[in-house]
């Protein structure tokens, strides 16, 4: 599975909310913090990334066809 699809993004987004969960709990061992913090950061990035690639397609595609429709008139 490629990283920029749907269940990856959903992944991601669940692996951010089970490290969340842990952290608020307070209960994580001071050794795991480290690697969840690290598995986080990587989670994050992974949604961030699909989050701008949508945002980039959906500006284009409203770009586009605003300029369209100017055209047209």
Do not use: K
Not at 41 to 48: D, I, K, P, S, V
Request: aromatic letters at 6%; charged letters at 35%.
């Amino acid at each position: 599975m490629s990283a920029d699809t749907p269940t990856a993004y959903r992944n991601a987004y669940a692996r951010l909310s089970r490290i969340a969960a842990e952290l608020e709990t307070g209960e994580a061992d001071l050794d795991r913090v480290l690697p969840l913090l690290e598995e986080a950061r990587e989670a994050y990035a992974q949604c961030r990334e699909r989050i701008e690639a949508v945002r980039a397609v959906l500006a284009g595609d409203w770009a586009d066809g605003g300029e369209a429709e100017e055209d047209e008139e």
